[in-house]
């Protein structure tokens, strides 16, 4: 579940291993920028943590930020992504 703390959305995800962290990564990556909106984001081996804000709108959380947690959310749990190929 997202969490809305100090003008930012932020999640963390947890996979069975790097591997897996990295290709979920790599298709947020393909969202983000379809999107042209990009997250703030780390990874330590199985866990992706990412950060999410609004920064041409002074750093607050906005429907851009709301709408990318969204798609973050179907690539994660596998549903219908609009930007999967």
Known sequence: ????ENNQLSRSFKFTNFIEAFAFMTKVAFVAEKMNHHPSWSNTYNTVNITLSTHDEGNVVTSKDKKLADEIDKLFSGGNSIFKS
């Open 1 to 4: 579940m997202w969490k809305e």
